[in-house]
Structure formats: C-alpha cells, structure tokens
C-alpha cells in the first residue's frame, strides 16, 4: 500500500534553532515529492519539489533532501522564525501520470520566542 | 496573477440550506481540484476537472456538486449537507490536465460549518 509517513508528529522549538523533519513513503514508482507548509486554517503553500534524480533543494531558510534509494526525505528549517509555527506535509506523487497526491500527515511545528 | 483564490473565506450554513463554494484561477491552468480537509488530517481528494470536464469524482455524496463553468472558474455545490461535512475545503490547480502528475497549487480554503 502506498503510504506517507511523517516524524515527529509535533514538535517545539525556540526561535532561532534549527529543525530537520522527516518523511518516509512507500510510493512506487516514485514520480516526485513535495514539501508544503500550511497554516492553521489556510491552504498549504509549496516549499519544494525534487524528482528521483534530485537529492537537495533549498528555498530560503528551507532545505529539502531526497534519498530514493532509502525512500526518504527530510526539511530543515535553519534560524527558525516564529512564522515558521505551521503543520509541514510531505506529499508523493505515484507516477507523472498520476493525478492522485499521497498526503503524509503532517508535522506541526511551534517555534516560541 | 499567481494564486488560486477562494470564496468565501467561511460559511455556516444549516442541514437544508442550498450554498455554493467559488474557486477562480488565472494562471491558464487545465485542471482544477476540489479537497475536503478535517481538522488535523490530510487533504482528501473529491473532484477532478480537466480541461473543464469532469475526470475524477472519488466517491463523493451527491449532496456535493461541482460545476466548471469556463477554465478559470470551478464551484463546488452543497445542498442537504450533514454536520460532519463541516470542513476546510481547499481548491487547487496544475498546469496541466489530469492524467499528467504536475505540481497542484492550493487556494486558501473555505472554511465552512454545518449547523
């Protein structure tokens, strides 16, 4: 079965600090993941995207890494912010025929002051 | 303009109230998607329109009905709804139609209350 597992579920940190999150799928074949940051009640916003051949990708303050060979993938957020606080979702497409997006639970990050 | 807009940004309505949900894109984007999201869980997939027409429809209540009147607009019609219906329901929209994986970008939300 095609599954998206994210750790840790939740997770607070001080401003400032680094986090790592991590995903693990079960997805195959493997077209591409996504990170995507949403916060409460609004719809989530795309922090990456990597397909197989890519093993890092960074926007800003977020790095997302991919090993497809293990079927993992991690987001590092350095110098957290406290806009940062928001559930970060790891999302696998099947294939790049597939409409269907596999959603992970999600992470829920709260960075205190 | 970049975005998947959204209207309205909330809406409570009563078990036999008739409403509609509004999604409007301008991004030249072929398909468009409708997600049921509860509290604390995953997006869930409802609707697919590509190039306008219904492609996919997951099982959804009837009580739910889209419409995609031109290719940058997609409504979502509720009538009859039940409590548990209540929901964030997000709009998005790729690039290309379905049938092509492509990155799905989402709207805000609607989130709406069923009395």
Redesign the interface.
């Known amino acids: 079965k095609n599954q998206v597992e994210q750790s840790p579920q939740s997770l607070i940190i001080l401003e400032g600090k680094n986090c790592t999150l991590q995903c693990n799928y079960t997805v195959s074949p493997f077209?591409?993941l996504?990170w995507?940051k949403q916060d409460t009640?609004?719809?989530?916003?795309?922090l990456t995207?990597m397909t197989f051949s890519e093993n890092t990708k960074s926007n800003g303050r977020y790095t997302a890494t991919l090993d497809a060979d293990t079927k993992q993938s991690s987001l590092h957020i350095t110098a957290s912010q406290l806009s940062d606080s928001a559930s970060y979702?790891c999302v696998v497409?099947?294939?790049?025929?597939?409409?269907?997006?596999i959603?992970?639970?999600?992470t829920?990050l709260l960075v205190r002051p | 303009d970049t975005e998947?807009t959204?209207t309205p940004k909330h809406l409570v309505m009563g078990m036999t109230n008739k409403k509609s949900l509004k999604c409007e894109q301008h991004m030249g984007h072929r398909?468009m998607?409708w997600y049921k999201q509860k509290a604390?869980?995953?997006?869930e997939?409802m609707f697919?329109y590509?190039y306008e027409k219904l492609?996919?429809n997951e099982s959804v209540p009837s009580r739910f009905s889209p419409e995609c009147p031109n290719s940058s607009l997609l409504n979502l019609h509720l009538h009859a709804l039940q409590p548990e219906d209540s929901a964030?329901y997000?709009?998005?929209s790729s690039p290309r139609g379905?049938?092509?994986?492509n990155?799905?970008?989402?709207?805000?939300?609607t989130?709406l209350t069923v009395l």
């Open positions: 077209s591409n996504r995507y009640g609004r719809g989530p916003v795309s995207i979702i497409s099947e294939t790049d025929s597939s409409y269907k997006l959603f992970g639970s999600g829920r | 998947v959204q398909a998607y604390k869980k995953p997006p997939l697919v590509s492609s996919i964030l997000l709009c998005a379905h049938g092509y994986g990155e799905q970008f989402f709207g805000p939300g989130r």
